[in-house]
């Protein structure tokens, strides 16, 4: 069984930062995509950003510049570098893992997210 563990998430003045954290145990085979997806009340779960295990990474259009997304191979570990954070920041974000022993034998994982709200 995986677990996906975040940390991080809370109160921020708009402007301010944030670094959110996510830590994957449990029986691992491979893990292949890692990343961020938030999701507000009432509204579809959203990207945030996506990185490969060799570094490549995809965001979200309106987010490029302000948030940086990394990750540690050997500790199975994915964060999310948050900058310039606006009011409309404010969701709950979910940590993201492909996991499985094949990419053909893999499955989406999920943390229990964790709560960024922006506000003054």
């Known amino acids: 069984q995986v677990q996906l563990v975040e940390s991080g998430g809370g109160l921020v003045q708009p402007g301010g930062s944030l670094r959110l954290s996510c830590a994957a145990s449990?029986?691992?085979?491979?893990?292949?995509?890692m990343g961020w997806y938030r999701q507000s009340p009432g509204k579809e779960r959203e990207l945030v950003a996506t990185?490969?295990?060799?570094?490549?990474?995809n965001y979200a259009d309106s987010l490029k510049g302000r948030f940086t997304v990394s990750r540690d191979n050997a500790k199975n570990t994915v964060a999310l570098q948050m900058n310039s954070l606006k009011p409309e920041d404010t969701d709950v974000y979910y940590c993201?893992?492909?996991?499985?022993?094949?990419?053909?034998?893999?499955?989406?994982?999920w943390g229990q997210g964790t709560q960024v709200t922006v506000s003054s």
């Open positions: 993201y893992a492909y996991i499985g022993p094949s990419w053909r034998r893999g499955n989406d994982y």
């Open positions: 449990g029986t691992i085979f491979s893990i292949y995509d």
């Open positions: 990185i490969t295990p060799g570094g490549s990474t």
